[in-house]
């Protein structure tokens, strides 16, 4: 076994041990599939007011420019699936990634004591962690890496796992065994592109972010446009439904991660309260989670549109 295969193996072992899902390895090279893609994409606008997806164009194509000298690019996932899933009867709904503490902060420590544990027993190198915060397409290097194929909805699925879990990545400048891209396995299948209430996910695995609620709800810092009406289903903060609809998602197990459990407050509030809600409960609630992105104001924006017809 040379030192490529050696501490390839002591990677993938270590990322079991510290809790992902999988762990992949690819070449740190340019992404000349994707550049095309991501080109198309902007050109057409379906980026709607995520204006940043346009900068770093190069850095979001060559890993080499993120991280000079860097050889490997070492994929991971981290699952989120919720313990239990809130009870949104009489409530407005939030996406199960946002159910608990801010994934970037909790993955990205994990990843540092791993990599410290790492260099402990192969040596320094030199290397960053990115979790969904700096411009590397993601699901193009965990595709690339083996970990899963992209469905329809954009999302990455795992055969036997589905797709509820995070991403992230470590590009170094260790020579590392690199894995190959597992086979798409939707098929015909279309019922995330049958599900999708405002048509956002367009039948070649690309979606619309103009017409996403996800996008509409997080993303888009203006008001939210007249055609969202009576579609969004009481999403008041991203939305699961492509995901919620996808038979691989059949497969998904609970997660392990305490810090991903939901604030009880969550558990327990109604759309009579949340209508009533007041930056003092805001703060105090979502002080640590992913939620806070939106900040008060824009929440309270989202529950007042999803209100303004149903009061």
């Known amino acids: 076994m040379n030192l490529a295969e050696k501490n390839t193996a002591i990677i993938k072992q270590k990322a079991k041990d510290f809790g992902f899902l999988a762990c ?8 000349e599939g994707e550049a095309r893609s991501l080109e198309n994409w902007l ?12 900068n770093y164009f190069d850095k979001r194509l060559d890993p080499r420019l993120l991280v000079e000298g860097s050889k490997s690019v070492i994929s991971f996932s981290y699952n989120y699936f919720p313990r239990k899933v809130l009870d949104t009867d009489d409530g407005f709904k939030i996406s199960k990634y946002a159910y608990g503490k801010d994934y970037h902060e909790v993955i990205k420590e ?3 004591e791993f990599v410290a544990e790492l260099q402990e027993e192969i ?4 290397f960053r962690v990115f979790v969904d915060s700096a411009p590397v397409l993601e699901r193009a ?7 899963g194929w992209v469905g329809k909805n954009a999302n990455l699925i795992t055969k036997g796992e589905g797709s509820f879990y995070f991403l992230a990545e470590i590009i170094c400048e260790m020579e590392l065994v690199p894995d190959t891209p597992v086979t798409d396995h939707c098929g015909k299948c279309r019922k995330c592109i049958e599900a999708c209430p405002t048509d956002a996910i367009l039948d070649n695995q690309i979606i619309d972010g103009s017409k996403c609620i996800s996008y509409a709800t997080i993303e888009l810092k203006e008001e939210i446009p007249e055609h969202f009406h009576g579609k969004m289903q009481n999403w008041m903060f991203g939305c699961d439904i492509c995901q919620d609809v996808c038979p691989w998602n059949r497969f998904s197990k609970p997660h392990q991660q305490p810090l ?3 604030n009880e407050s969550l558990q327990n509030f109604s759309k009579k309260e949340w209508k009533e809600l007041t930056q003092e409960i805001f703060s105090e609630i979502f002080r640590k989670s992913p939620v ?20």
């Open 110 to 112: 994990i990843l540092g």
């Open 141 to 147: 290097w965990a595709k690339k890496s083996g970990i």
């Open 24 to 31: 992949g390895i690819s070449k740190a090279e340019f992404l």
């Open 292 to 311: 806070k992105r939106t900040k008060y104001a824009g929440l309270k924006r989202n529950i007042d549109f999803l209100s303004d017809k149903n009061p």
């Open 123 to 126: 040596g320094e190198f030199g």
């Open 260 to 262: 991903f459990d939901p």
């Open 43 to 54: 050109t057409r606008n379906l980026n709607g007011e995520m204006r940043y997806m346009e």
